[in-house]
């Protein structure tokens, strides 16, 4: 073969030949790292530090074609056995098995509920827990949705059951063997009412002791093969509306033993998160421990609900950053027009967009997250806090994280789109983000309700104001910025209700959008000041500064490298 054929075939590929991916999430995450380092105590992070390196291997290698497999060889309904007796079992591909196997595994939910560890690093739960729940939703977003009712199932149960069901039920959650874990679901969502759910009509009647009888539909119900289930459902002569609903344990065997009946009409044909199974399900005198009063069930519920809102702002967080880690890699290697694909400027200005926003909302929500940690130990004004951030962290990173990886496989071209790839499968599971645990008019109305019940607003307007100097050359614009929120917010909340809840999307978008970039300034020190700096600078640039026609340089290859935080 000639010289010339030879080089031609050198260049027949699609990537150079130094073409390099990250075999590790955790290690190449310069900004994961630097927080979990500074914000957990340093007894913390080495309890988690072999776990989230052995999980940033998985996540980077073997889970991704047990995620990819997962997805397209989804659950199966099995009505019925071999001799035509009722079954309603569900079978999952061994992809999926696989899968929960590396969740036990990385301690996710043992760090938060065995005991001795529990009490050990009780400051800092949440921030161990969702350590290792980026990484894992990075590769896996699908399971991670049934490791999100678990958590938020063990929280009610250590919350509200009996001595006696937290000591038979807690251990099947933090268990270290895969063949002994309970799952955990909510089965929340009714025809009739959807996310109005007062509107819920399924009724519960007393049975024996605590123990009701469930019977009705329940039309939305993920993760339907959970061992643990907390149901909302009325008792006979309750009350209209959210107040008259109580709240049922619901387990696969009555208390003799026997199977307690659930009815799964069929399986949801999902979008996306396809590996797990979302079911219509019919209770007909299913049974169900009372849990709490018959009228405090949705009150119990909401401790569930935000817990998983903040799962779904770690999955959103962890499906942008892995859209970032694909196309940040694909440009790099790439080369288009004689050279790399980072050296065109307008690919350099959308990347600058994208990390910029990736930290964003990697600070804002583990913002949320180390806010809920304080006020699960007490803290007053961070329970304040949690209040409204949950509802605005849930909203804000659903949305950014369907834009985000839309236009990272925009800049992939043609391969972004193909199956064979992460990305259209990410696309597939990020949209789901913004309706799951309340829509976005839902974030709205629950941000309205915490600013107007509660000091939220004030507490987070005050922390906004106490980091302002920070922002160095910034701070005016910034500054200018809040004093308007305020004085909107001020005059806003006399109004008829029409007009607060018009007018309090456009505000709370604004107050996120300032409140996520001064948190950044938060978490800033020697090491992390490098793209904080960076993203401060876009952020102010792109939101807070009016448009302009001027003519503007865009960042250099090595400012988006500082950026995107990846190295190996």
Same mark, same amino acid.
Not at 70 to 93: C, M, S, W
């Given at each position: 073969?000639?010289?010339?054929?030879?080089?031609?075939?050198?260049?027949?590929?699609?990537?150079?030949?130094?073409?390099?991916?990250?075999?590790?999430?955790?290690?190449? %995450?310069?900004?994961?790292?630097?927080?979990?380092?500074?914000?957990?105590?340093?007894?913390?992070?080495?309890?988690?530090?072999?776990?989230?390196?052995?999980?940033?291997?998985?996540?980077?290698?073997?889970?991704?074609?047990?995620?990819? *497999?997962? +997805?397209?060889?989804?659950?199966?309904?099995?009505?019925? +056995?071999? !001799?035509?007796? %009722?079954?309603?079992?569900?079978?999952?591909?061994?992809?999926y098995d696989a899968l929960k196997r590396i969740a036990v595994d990385s301690d996710m939910f043992r760090v938060k509920w065995e005991p001795s560890l529990r009490e050990r690093f009780a400051p800092e739960l949440h921030?161990?827990?969702?350590?290792?729940?980026?990484?894992?939703?990075?590769?896996?977003?699908?399971?991670?949705?049934?490791?999100?009712?678990?958590?938020?199932?063990?929280?009610?149960?250590? @919350?509200?059951?009996?001595?006696? +069901?937290?000591?038979?039920?807690?251990?099947?959650?933090?268990?270290?063997?895969?063949?002994?874990l309970f799952t955990g679901a909510m089965f929340l969502t009714e025809k009739a009412g959807g996310s109005d759910v007062g509107a819920n009509i399924v009724r519960a009647t007393p049975h024996q002791g605590d123990y009701y009888l469930l019977n009705g539909e329940k039309w939305f119900c993920s993760n339907?093969?959970? $061992? &643990?289930?907390?149901?909302?459902? @009325?008792?006979?002569?309750? /009350?209209?509306?959210?107040?008259?609903?109580?709240?049922?344990?619901?387990?696969?065997?009555?208390? %003799?033993?026997?199977?307690? $009946?659930?009815? &799964?009409? @069929?399986?949801?044909?999902?979008? =996306?998160?396809?590996?797990?199974?979302?079911?219509?399900?019919?209770?007909?005198?299913?049974? =169900?421990k009372l849990i709490g009063e018959e009228g405090q069930g949705f009150k119990i519920m909401t401790d569930m609900i935000n817990l998983s809102r903040l799962y779904n702002a770690v999955a959103a967080m962890g499906g942008s950053r892995r859209a970032l880690i694909e196309v940040y890699q694909f440009l790099k290697y790439r080369t288009t027009f004689g050279k790399s694909a980072l050296e065109h400027a307008l690919i350099?200005?959308?990347?600058?967009?994208? =990390?910029?926003?990736?930290?964003?909302?990697? !600070?804002? *929500?583990? @913002?949320?997250?180390?806010?809920? +940690?304080? /006020?699960?130990?007490?803290?007053?004004? $961070? /329970?304040?806090?949690?209040?409204?951030?949950?509802?605005m962290v849930k909203k804000s990173t659903a949305e950014h994280s369907v834009y985000s990886i839309r236009e990272s496989m925009e800049l992939m071209g043609g391969i972004g789109y193909i199956e064979d790839g992460v990305m259209p499968k990410l696309m597939r599971d990020a949209m789901v983000l913004p309706i799951w645990e309340g829509a976005g008019n839902i974030m709205t109305l629950d941000m309205l309700r915490a600013s107007l019940k509660s000091n939220g607003f004030g507490v987070m307007c005050a922390e906004i104001a106490a980091l302002l100097p920070k922002a160095g050359v910034h701070e005016a614009v910034l500054a200018a910025q809040l004093q308007e929120i305020q004085a909107v917010a001020k005059e806003l909340f006399r109004q008829p209700q029409e007009i607060i809840e018009t007018t309090a999307k456009p505000l709370f978008e604004r107050l996120t959008k300032l409140y996520a970039v001064v948190a950044m300034l938060r978490y800033?020190?020697?090491?992390?000041?490098?793209?904080?700096?960076?993203?401060?600078?876009?952020?102010?640039?792109?939101?807070?500064?009016?448009?302009?026609?001027?003519?503007?340089?865009?960042?250099?290859?090595?400012?988006? %490298? *500082?950026? &995107?935080?990846?190295?190996?």
């Open positions: 073969m000639s010289t010339q054929s030879l080089i031609s075939l050198n260049k027949n590929q699609v990537l150079r030949e130094d073409f390099r991916v990250s075999t590790n999430y955790f290690e190449s %995450d310069l900004p994961l790292r630097h927080f979990l380092q500074t914000r957990t105590s340093a007894e913390g992070y080495a309890h988690m530090q072999p776990k989230l390196q052995a999980l940033g291997e998985a996540a980077a290698g073997e889970m991704n074609p047990l995620s990819l *497999t997962a +997805d397209k060889q989804g659950p199966v309904l099995v009505k019925r +056995d071999f !001799y035509g007796r %009722d079954t309603n079992e569900i079978q999952f591909h061994p992809a921030r161990l827990g969702f350590s290792t729940g980026f990484l894992y939703a990075m590769s896996e977003s699908g399971l991670y949705c049934p490791l999100c009712m678990t958590d938020g199932v063990a929280r009610l149960i250590d @919350r509200y059951c009996s001595t006696e +069901d937290k000591a038979r039920l807690l251990p099947r959650i933090y268990t270290d063997k895969v063949e002994a339907a093969n959970a $061992e &643990i289930i907390f149901a909302l459902a @009325r008792p006979e002569g309750a /009350a209209e509306g959210t107040r008259g609903l109580g709240i049922f344990l619901v387990e696969k065997q009555k208390p %003799d033993g026997s199977k307690n $009946e659930m009815n &799964i009409i @069929r399986l949801k044909d999902k979008l =996306g998160v396809r590996s797990m199974a979302s079911a219509e399900c019919i209770l007909t005198d299913t049974w =169900g350099r200005e959308k990347m600058a967009e994208l =990390g910029t926003l990736h930290l964003m909302q990697f !600070y804002l *929500t583990w @913002r949320a997250i180390e806010a809920l +940690d304080a /006020a699960d130990n007490g803290h007053e004004q $961070e /329970a304040e806090l949690i209040r409204l951030l949950t509802p800033e020190d020697s090491q992390s000041s490098v793209w904080i700096r960076i993203a401060l600078e876009e952020a102010v640039t792109r939101y807070f500064t009016p448009s302009s026609l001027q003519p503007k340089a865009p960042r250099s290859v090595a400012e988006i %490298d *500082t950026l &995107i935080g990846w190295e190996f």
